[in-house]
């Protein structure tokens, strides 16, 4: 089954499955304020830049999947686009801040997405990439499950994601987190 439809099922569901998020160490990590834009690349309904949409002067949210836009539409966000994130409608450097938030692993070709994260983003901006940390025993189980469900997800580890964006910035850190998942920030 074809990853956005498979998203058009989950859309209505989404976020009581997957859970709110606290945005106050994203609004620090990211350096946000009322002067700069944001991307949420693969941002699904919204659910985490929805709240961050107050801390930023413009919020776009690209996705794959219409019904996934449909739920971020109703939070408000009026900034959506149904795209690859291989090919993002934007021009070069015009993007303050990109977050792409544990969607890395269903994109198809990782290290062009990546590519067009640097592309996009304006020199001195921040690229935020969370990701479900394979080195752990329960995301070990978690890409299986999701193997098995032919979503055709790779989940590479948080080393190899930042050998990915090293070819493009060198100012590339990794937080790992309590829960399953890591944090791979870029500045270009």
């Known amino acids: 089954m074809p990853i956005n439809i498979l998203f058009d099922i989950l859309a209505p569901i989404y976020d009581r499955v997957i859970g709110d998020r606290d945005p106050a160490e994203m609004v620090d990590v990211l350096e946000l304020s009322n002067e700069v834009s944001l991307l949420d690349v693969g941002g699904g309904t919204g659910r985490v830049s929805s709240d961050l949409r107050k801390h930023v002067s413009n919020l776009y949210l690209v996705d794959l999947s219409l019904t996934m836009l449909g739920e971020a539409k109703k939070k408000g966000i009026q900034d959506l686009s149904s795209t690859s994130s291989e090919n993002l409608p934007f021009q070069s450097n015009s993007i303050d801040r990109i977050m792409v938030m ?3 692993h269903h994109f198809p070709n990782q290290e062009k997405v990546i590519e067009e994260l640097f592309r996009v983003v304006k020199p001195g901006g921040i690229i935020l990439i969370e990701e479900p940390d394979i080195n752990r025993l329960l995301v070990k189980l978690i890409a299986i499950a ?16 930042n050998k990915m964006m090293r070819k493009f910035s060198s100012n590339i850190n990794i937080i790992p987190n309590e829960r399953i998942s890591a944090w791979i920030i870029g500045r270009k």
């Open 102 to 104: 544990d969607a890395l």
């Open 146 to 161: 999701e193997k098995l469900a032919l979503m055709g997800s790779h989940i590479h580890s948080p080393t190899e994601i």
